[in-house]
């Protein structure tokens, strides 16, 4: 080897270890790594950008610094890794993850990418705490069963009693608990303290909320998909609680919301709702979003509906386009079999916009009732009429409500919005 070629080998040498020294500790993810780096590391966090992006570039300093430092105070191997995807290379791993805007930071752990994004402080700061928060063990270790009955009963639990925590079986529940932390407490007894529960090998209950003594044994197979796809089943309710702070995370989601507006102490609706669902709604869970929602906090919608929040309980759906109010007394109707099921299928079918429009279909038409509330009129509000179809007040100029809850979308002050760009 004559000397030119060895000085070339050297400073490709020093490129590479100058380049790695200062921005190593932000891998760039491409179709070849992307599944050997997020395989592989317990957390990872992945900034998917665009260089042409101003607040790409805002942020990317800031990322690559957080890097940094994560690496510098968290030095484990695959304990948390800082990864990036130029979107505009990377187009493929764009669309499979759905990215609509830039710069998008998602989180993952153990390869599973966690529908909630950080939406946190865009600061190294803020970045690196959110990192050590990830970095915590996701299993509480409790040192006696009678602990185990002066837990959070208003949170699901997944309890494992194991022999040892260098285990197979341990290591597994570990890492189902990483993935699944956001949705479930995982306690853990090991050793002497489980030794009565073992009887029969190593075991793993589900503990639902507000009990004590129904635990609910894990029998699948012991591998980590099995296991967090049961974990998934038991603690990720159909039904959830939409609040101001995860509103825009749900509303990314791109589904229509079906949203009981309820007071705070009423939960009895909320019982009834959960129960229609569960009973008769399950397979419409991938097409709209069960949520419920405090009607003293989300007062403007129900205003927008031309409702106060002395009416509640109120059902509606938000199709991101309009909002329709269910068309029967929520408190009498809400459990009879059938009209929350229809009232979706006559949104997915278009019937309820194409009503509110032009009245009923013509094969399900009823006269049309006389209105007398002069209020109501005015309010473009479909009046309840007893055992008949609620009727829109027909006119030109008569539309559903707008959407309320699409304005609750990601900002445009942060973020570089693709579908304003196409």
């Given amino acids: 080897m004559n000397k030119l070629n060895i000085y070339l080998i050297f400073a490709l040498f020093l490129v590479e270890h100058i380049s790695n020294a200062v921005y190593g500790e932000v891998i760039s993810l491409n179709d070849n790594n992307i599944g050997s780096v997020l395989g592989g590391s317990d957390i990872a966090i992945v900034n998917f950008y665009a ?20 690496k510098e105070e968290l030095p484990v191997p695959g304990k948390v890794v800082f990864a990036k995807v130029d979107c505009d290379r990377e187009t493929g791993i ?18 599973n990418i966690v529908k909630k994004e950080y939406r946190g402080q ?27 009955n002066e837990i959070d009963g208003k949170k ?3 309890i494992g009693y ?72 038991k603690c990720t309710p159909i039904v959830r609680e939409i609040t101001f702070e995860n509103a825009e995370e749900l509303t990314e989601e791109g589904l229509p919301f079906v949203i009981l507006f309820h007071h705070p ?59 329709y109010l269910f068309p029967h007394d929520v408190k009498k109707d809400l459990a009879t079999p059938g009209l929350v099921k229809q009232f979706i299928e006559d949104l997915h079918s278009g019937k309820l916009h194409r009503e509110f429009h032009h009245g009923p279909d013509p094969t399900t038409a009823s006269p049309v009732p006389e209105i007398n509330d002069e209020s109501d009129a005015q309010k473009n509000i479909p009046r309840d009429t007893s055992d ?32 304003d760009e196409l």
Wanted: hydrophobic share 35%; charged share 25%.
């Fill in 122 to 148: 865009r600061s190294v700061e803020a970045l690196v705490q959110f990192a050590h928060e990830q970095a915590k063990d996701p299993v509480h270790e409790v040192t006696s069963l009678d602990a185990l």
């Fill in 265 to 323: 102490d009423d939960t009895e609706s909320v019982d009834t709702f959960n129960r229609v669902v569960q009973e008769q709604l399950l397979h419409e869970k991938v097409n709209v979003n069960f949520l419920v929602a405090d009607g003293l906090k989300f007062a403007h919608p129900l205003h927008h509906l031309g409702k106060s929040t002395d009416d509640l309980p109120i059902l509606a759906i938000d199709s991101f386009r309009h909002m």
């Fill in 388 to 419: 008949q179809p609620q009727q829109p007040i027909q006119s030109k100029n008569t539309s559903p409500p707008e959407s309320t809850f699409k304005k609750l979308a990601p900002s445009r002050n942060r973020y570089t919005i693709l579908r």
């Fill in 51 to 70: 260089d042409w992006c101003r607040f790409s570039q805002i942020l990317a300093p800031t990322f690559e610094e957080a890097g940094k430092k994560v």
């Fill in 162 to 233: 194991f022999e040892s925590k260098t285990s197979d079986n341990y290591r597994l529940f570990a890492r189902a608990a990483n993935i699944m932390r956001d949705d479930c407490e995982f306690l853990a007894a090991v050793g002497l303290v489980s030794e009565n529960e073992r009887s029969g090998g190593d075991r793993i209950d589900y503990r639902p909320p507000n009990t004590k003594q129904q635990d609910e044994t894990y029998t699948g197979a012991l591998n980590l998909d099995s296991l967090t796809q049961w974990a998934t089943n």
């Fill in 94 to 111: 764009a669309g499979r993850y759905r990215i609509n805007k830039y710069p998008t930071l998602k989180l993952f752990r153990g390869g």
């Fill in 156 to 158: 699901p639990h997944i």
